[in-house]
């Protein structure tokens, strides 16, 4: 009978806890330096599937803030993500964007708009079969659809060997665009 009220008493304490485990988690980091005070609160929300990210820096010498806020939504295929940027002029660039899962791999298609109002496509992939080659591929294209720049990287394996290719293209006059990276978060 003993062992049967403990047993009862341990499946007790651990039915409580696991809704404790599954609720919503916040946790705060802030940095206090000689000339930036900055702070960055992560939530995230397993059984809804989000994950949020704000992010503040103050210049402790003139007032100014940036700020930075990035959302994360699981969907059944991937997830989709949000991500704003304001500088400590004012200026605001965003991306939006959703990364499918596929058989071996993923894709993101996205768009980003620059602090001048600029809009950006973004497309990217990548994969890995059983054999431990691997191919990535990312894109960023202006508003007519004309590609800006593209990095291509195929990494393919043998007994012994690694072999790794990378391409990149920019078109003429082209400064360095937006990349065609997920945030984390």
């Known amino acids: 009978m003993i062992t049967t009220r403990m047993m009862l ?3 007790t304490a651990l039915a409580l806890a696991v ?9 705060t980091k802030t940095f206090e330096g000689p000339n930036v005070s900055g702070s960055t609160t ?3 929300d397993r ?3 989000t994950a949020t990210r ?3 820096a103050t210049n402790l010498n003139t007032g100014n803030t940036a700020t930075s806020s990035a959302v994360r939504q699981r969907t059944d295929t991937g997830a989709t993500i949000d991500v704003v940027q304001t500088g400590p002029q004012g200026n605001s660039r965003s991306l939006t964007g959703e990364r499918t899962r596929t058989d071996n791999g993923s894709t993101f298609t996205g768009t980003a708009t620059g602090r001048g109002g600029e809009t950006y496509g973004l497309e990217g992939s990548r994969s890995r079969d059983g054999q431990g080659n691997s191919q990535a591929s990312q894109s960023v294209s202006d508003s007519a659809g004309n590609v800006l720049a593209s990095r291509d990287r195929t990494t393919t394996r043998s007994p012994g060997q690694v072999s790794r290719n990378v391409t990149k293209t920019r078109a003429p006059g082209t400064a360095r665009p937006p990349r065609a990276r997920r945030p984390r978060g």
């Open 9 to 11: 008493a341990s499946l």
């Open 42 to 44: 992560t939530t995230v």
């Open 54 to 56: 704000e992010r503040e």
């Open 47 to 49: 059984d809804a599937g």
């Open 19 to 27: 809704p404790a485990a599954a609720q919503e988690q916040t946790r």
